[in-house]
């Protein structure tokens, strides 16, 4: 494993406090906290290297375009791709999502053909489908689950057909924490003909990944949880399909050449690049990669497994305790009501206590629904988390708890 101690070192945020309280920082799920590495390489990247990538001869552009291009090569290593051509730059998981949603039904949907989710879906895996659905007239299927939190893989089969030309699942529920079975899941697909879409928004943080391992035709993930910047982002395809999408959006950088009567798009992955790209967030991203490789994503994966367990186990004994997702394969995320309290005040008077937690419906409604009820807790845990702090949580929140 490795040193907790001098990885909370790399977080400067983790030293601050919050209503005078230690930082008990649970809100992983949303966003995580930045190691010092990230931050700096981007202010280096500004302070000595900033120029425009892709169009200059002068040193700074190519230097930049140096730095921007190897992010992409450190991207497609670290989650297994065959080249660095199927590493889309894009905004995040949403921005990944809408892209396939878009181009892709306009390649190939229409009406009589199905597209399948799951019940556990955040909304960005739900409304780019629907909206698509809007314009292209295909059908949505959605996959349910049981009250474990765990998908009905006998419905998923039965839900598969002729019709079913994409499947598009999260590998980990942002609620739940269910670690879905991708892999069986993406070979289900395929059985029948359609592609499958991962949507690593929750897993690429948390679990060692390999695209072709998977055999899924896409990735979508942020570049915020893993420990980089925001505004960055990534969709992985397989190559041969992502050739066979037109552009997403037109522009600069995206082209070969352009003119009235006719324009040409420019090779993969440039085509889905329209724009100046985020160059300094690539690096941001590629030096967060970094920083979870040289810790073992197997190791990161081992404490936070370690942390969900003594978190649920010290949780489960407040009264009135319950648990949204109790699958067997479950990650860093613990969803939770106590009692008939509102979540929003458990938050907020948690909040008072210096510890973050999420409250809500998680922008997975009808997930939550599914659940019984409209709002739910979460504490949710990154690399940096500790024991300690579970057990700070767990006395603050029996505090709270006894306030009502
Ligand atoms: N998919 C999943 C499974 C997610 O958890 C999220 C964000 C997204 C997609 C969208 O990612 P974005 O970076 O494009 O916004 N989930 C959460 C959350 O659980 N709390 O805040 C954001």
Redesign the pocket.
Known sequence: MYDLEQVRRDFPILEREVHKRPLIYLDN??TTQKPRAVVEAMAREYYTTNANVHRGVHTLSQQATDLHEAARRTVAHFIGARSANEVVFTR????SINLVASTYAQAFLSEGDEVVVSIME?H??IVPWQLAARRHGFKLRVIPMNDAGELDLDAYAALLSEHTKLVSV?HVS?VLGTINPVKQMAAMAHSCGAHFLV?G??SVPHLPIDVQDIDCDFLAF?G??VYGPTGI?VLYGREALLDRLPPYQGGGEMIKHVSFEETTFDALPFKFEAGTPDYVGTHGLATAIDYVTVLGMDHIHRHEQDLTHYAMEQMSTIEGMHFYGTAAAKDAVVAFNVGSIHPLDLGTLLDRLGVAI?TGH??AEPLVRRCGTESMARASFALYNTRSEVDAFVEALRRVVSMF
């Open positions: 799920a949303a995040g998981t949403t921005e955040h960005s895996n999260a942002n949507d928004a929750q942020s915020h949880k982002g999420r998680h922008c």
